[in-house]
């Protein structure tokens, strides 16, 4: 799939900055990094904290849902299994007047002695039939892999299907499948399997969606994750750091990776180098941002009274270069403008005041909402720099006026 084509919304809600999701994917991060990159950082508006292995699960609950009506055609009894499957015998013993890749020289010397006239050993028979069962053993396997990991979080959702999973997974015990290889199968494999009629099509369906899964990030954001309530504002992130990580280097910016994108790291994400030499520091969720200046928070200072409240406050991205100036970014992804406005300002300017009191001089704080939501981009100054509200379509005008210094000068619209 055409990362340009991943769909960044589903019915009724909000938009996602469909570039910038693209940006991510195809430039930044895999499809291990995904899991990382859309862990949830515990905070005041979330009710829980969310670890890679989670969003793998939630991921992959809707991959099961989406594979329901395939694997429901799929055999409920081993017999079934038993009968489409060819004979267990994938190499045989044979006997050649000359040596071959295969001798056993112990069975050949007590056979024949030595030097022997005859040679012993075991062939193996690679065949259709072997391919079958190969390419069955991993479409099995991968599949069990993902009712584990979705039924850890939610245990029903496999609840229509279990007779046909089960009897798949008690199938790897059993020969031709105990002693098969896993092979992933190729787009000619799949092509013949499904030549052999039901439930093969049915296989092969499952197959298609688990190679993709596996292969494509994009395929497993707009397939699996976008429809999923709770991750869009995750991925709403994700999209708004694209359109500034493109923006920049619109603006003439080198981007260097420093590491893969994750909530509450403690370095930022990448090292950018504008068009003038000077070096930026990029933060995908900032809170680490004080202990990695050896400066201590004020929100740390300011809650000491307070037992167990010990995590600093982060925007979700930052553009710094420490001493002089900071961009500070903090995503609102909802159909709220009221959530966006308030939300968005009160959050904008609790870091912009925090950043500007230890860490920069010169602060321009922006709260993002999804286009739609949020028709344009204005800015008010404040004491400790200035603070606005605008919709991802504005970041590339603010990017550029961030850099040359003109986003300070007072009464900022557009």
Same mark, same amino acid.
């Given at each position: 799939?055409?990362?340009?084509?991943?769909?960044?919304? #589903?019915?009724?809600? =909000?938009?996602?900055?469909?570039?910038?999701?693209?940006?991510?994917?195809?430039?930044?991060?895999?499809?291990?990094?995904?899991?990382?990159? @859309?862990?949830? =950082? @515990?905070?005041?508006?979330?009710?829980?904290?969310?670890?890679?292995?989670?969003?793998?699960?939630?991921?992959?609950?809707?991959?099961?849902?989406?594979?329901?009506?395939?694997?429901?055609?799929?055999?409920?009894?081993?017999?079934?299994? +038993? !009968?489409?499957?060819?004979?267990?015998?994938?190499?045989?013993?044979?006997?050649? !007047?000359?040596?071959?890749?295969? /001798?056993?020289?112990?069975?050949?010397?007590?056979?024949? %002695?030595?030097?022997?006239?005859?040679? /012993?050993?075991?062939?193996?028979?690679?065949?259709?039939?072997?391919?079958?069962?190969?390419?069955?053993?991993?479409?099995?396997?991968?599949?069990?892999?993902?009712?584990?990991?979705?039924?850890?979080?939610? =245990?029903?959702?496999?609840?229509?299907?279990?007779?046909?999973?089960? /009897?798949?997974?008690?199938?790897?015990?059993?020969?031709?499948?105990?002693?098969?290889?896993?092979?992933?199968?190729?787009?000619?494999?799949?092509?013949?399997? *499904?030549?052999?009629?039901?439930?093969?099509?049915?296989?092969?369906?499952?197959?298609?969606?688990?190679? #993709?899964?596996?292969?494509?990030?994009?395929?497993?954001?707009?397939?699996?994750?976008?429809?999923?309530?709770?991750?869009?504002?995750?991925?709403? +992130?994700?999209?708004?750091?694209?359109?500034?990580?493109?923006?920049?280097?619109?603006? %003439?910016?080198?981007?260097?990776?420093?590491?893969?994108?994750?909530?509450?790291?403690?370095?930022?994400?990448?090292? /950018?180098?504008?068009?003038?030499?000077?070096?930026?520091?990029?933060?995908?969720?900032?809170?680490?941002?004080?202990?990695?200046?050896?400066?201590?928070?004020?929100?740390?200072?300011?809650?000491?009274?307070?037992?167990?409240?010990?995590?600093?406050?982060?925007?979700?991205?930052?553009?710094?270069?420490?001493?002089?100036?900071? @961009?500070?970014?903090?995503?609102?992804?909802?159909?709220?403008?009221?959530?966006?406005? *308030?939300?968005?300002?009160?959050?904008?300017?609790?870091?912009?005041?925090?950043?500007?009191?230890?860490?920069?001089?010169?602060?321009?704080?922006?709260?993002?909402?999804?286009?739609?939501?949020?028709?344009?981009?204005?800015?008010?100054?404040?004491?400790?720099?200035?603070?606005?509200?605008?919709?991802?379509?504005?970041?590339?005008?603010?990017?550029?006026?961030?850099?040359?210094?003109?986003?300070?000068?007072?009464?900022?619209?557009?």
């Amino acid at each position: 799939m055409d990362s340009k084509n991943v769909p960044v919304a #589903s019915l009724g809600s =909000p938009t996602i900055p469909q570039e910038g999701l693209a940006e991510v994917l195809s430039k930044w991060t895999g499809r291990g990094g995904l899991w990382e990159a @859309l862990a949830a =950082p @515990l905070d005041a508006e979330a009710s829980a904290q969310w670890t890679a292995s989670d969003v793998r699960a939630r991921a992959y609950r809707v991959l099961l849902e989406h594979l329901q009506g395939s694997i429901s055609r799929w055999p409920d009894r081993l017999s079934i299994w +038993h !009968d489409l499957l060819p004979a267990a015998r994938v190499s045989a013993k044979i006997v050649r !007047d000359v040596p071959f890749a295969g /001798v056993s020289w112990t069975n050949t010397r007590i056979s024949f %002695g030595w030097p022997p006239g005859k040679f /012993v050993g075991k062939e193996s028979e690679r065949n259709a039939d072997l391919m079958i069962v190969t390419n069955l053993r991993w479409i099995v396997s991968e599949l069990i892999k993902v009712r584990k990991q979705a039924t850890n979080l939610f =245990p029903d959702v496999d609840r229509n299907i279990r007779p046909q999973l089960d /009897v798949a997974e008690r199938l790897l015990n059993f020969e031709a499948m105990a002693s098969a290889a896993s092979t992933r199968p190729s787009r000619h494999e799949l092509k013949a399997i *499904r030549r052999e009629g039901a439930p093969w099509g049915a296989v092969c369906e499952v197959a298609d969606e688990l190679i #993709s899964a596996e292969t494509s990030v994009d395929h497993l954001a707009a397939r699996l994750l976008v429809p999923d309530d709770a991750i869009r504002w995750r991925l709403f +992130h994700l999209g708004v750091l694209g359109v500034l990580l493109a923006s920049l280097r619109e603006h %003439g910016c080198i981007l260097d990776s420093l590491r893969p994108l994750s909530a509450g790291a403690a370095r930022p994400a990448f090292r /950018v180098r504008d068009k003038i030499g000077r070096s930026w520091e990029l933060w995908f969720e900032a809170a680490g941002i004080w202990s990695h200046n050896g400066i201590r928070a004020p929100y740390t200072e300011a809650t000491e009274a307070l037992e167990g409240v010990s995590r600093s406050l982060g925007a979700d991205i930052l553009l710094f270069r420490k001493g002089e100036s900071a @961009l500070i970014i903090e995503c609102k992804y909802s159909h709220s403008k009221d959530m966006v406005a *308030r939300n968005g300002y009160y959050q904008a300017t609790t870091y912009g005041a925090e950043i500007r009191s230890r860490l920069a001089k010169n602060v321009a704080a922006v709260a993002v909402g999804p286009d739609g939501v949020v028709g344009s981009a204005r800015f008010v100054q404040l004491n400790f720099g200035i603070v606005g509200i605008a919709a991802p379509a504005f970041l590339n005008q603010i990017v550029g006026e961030f850099l040359n210094g003109t986003i300070f000068a007072p009464s900022k619209e557009s």
